[in-house]
C-alpha cells in the first residue's frame, strides 16, 4: 500500500512538473513575441505571404497553407497503407510474420523525426531530383518522409483498435447468447 502512494506521489509530482514547464514555455513565448506583435498588425502577419526579413516584412500565410496541405496529404497516404498493414498484421499473416512486423513497427515509430529529416535530406531528395530534373528538395519529397514517418503510429494505432474491437465483439456476442 505504501508503494501505491509513493508511486502516485512521484506521478503526480511528474505531471505537475510538466504542467508547469508547459506554463513557462507559453509564457517566454508569449513575452517574446509581445513586442513583435505589438509593432506588426497580427492580421497582416497571418494573411500575407510577403517574407522579407531585410525590409521587416513578414507574412506567413504561404507557409501555413502548405503546412497544412503536406500535413493533410501526408495523413491521407499514410493512413490509407497504415490501416492495410494494421489488417494485414491483425488477420491475414502468420505469428512469426507478425511478430516481425510489428517488431517492425515499434521500431520505427521510436526513430527521432530529425533522423527522418536526415533520410529524406540524404536519400529521397537525391532520389526526386535524379528522376525528376528538380532539386528534390519540394512538395514530394516531404510528402514522402511525413507519410513515411507517421505510417508506423497509425499502422500500431489501428493493430491495437482492431484487436480490442474483437474482444469487445466476443463479449457481445456472449452476453446476447446468455
Not at 7 to 24: D, E, H
Amino acid at each position: 500500500m505504501a508503494r501505491n502512494k509513493v508511486s502516485k506521489s512521484i506521478y503526480f509530482l511528474s505531471a505537475a512538473f510538466n504542467l508547469m514547464l508547459l506554463f513557462v514555455i507559453f509564457f517566454f513565448l508569449f513575452k517574446s513575441s509581445f513586442d513583435f506583435f505589438s509593432q506588426y498588425d497580427i492580421f497582416a502577419f497571418l494573411l500575407s505571404s510577403n517574407w522579407y526579413p531585410e525590409e521587416e516584412i513578414f507574412g506567413i500565410f504561404a507557409m501555413l497553407v502548405n503546412t497544412l496541405v503536406t500535413s493533410f496529404v501526408s495523413l491521407f497516404i499514410a493512413g490509407i497503407f497504415g490501416v492495410l498493414i494494421a489488417f494485414y498484421i491483425r488477420f491475414y499473416a502468420g505469428k512469426k510474420m507478425q511478430s516481425f512486423l510489428f517488431f517492425v513497427l515499434c521500431f520505427l515509430s521510436f526513430i527521432p523525426s530529425i533522423l527522418y529529416g536526415f533520410f529524406a535530406l540524404n536519400t529521397i531528395s537525391p532520389l526526386i531530383a535524379k528522376l525528376s530534373n528538380t532539386s528534390g528538395k519540394g512538395f514530394l519529397s516531404v510528402v514522402i518522409v511525413l507519410s513515411i514517418m507517421i505510417l508506423p503510429t497509425i499502422s500500431l494505432l489501428t493493430y491495437s483498435f482492431l484487436k480490442e474491437q474483437k474482444k469487445r465483439l466476443l463479449q457481445k456476442c456472449i452476453s446476447l447468447r446468455a
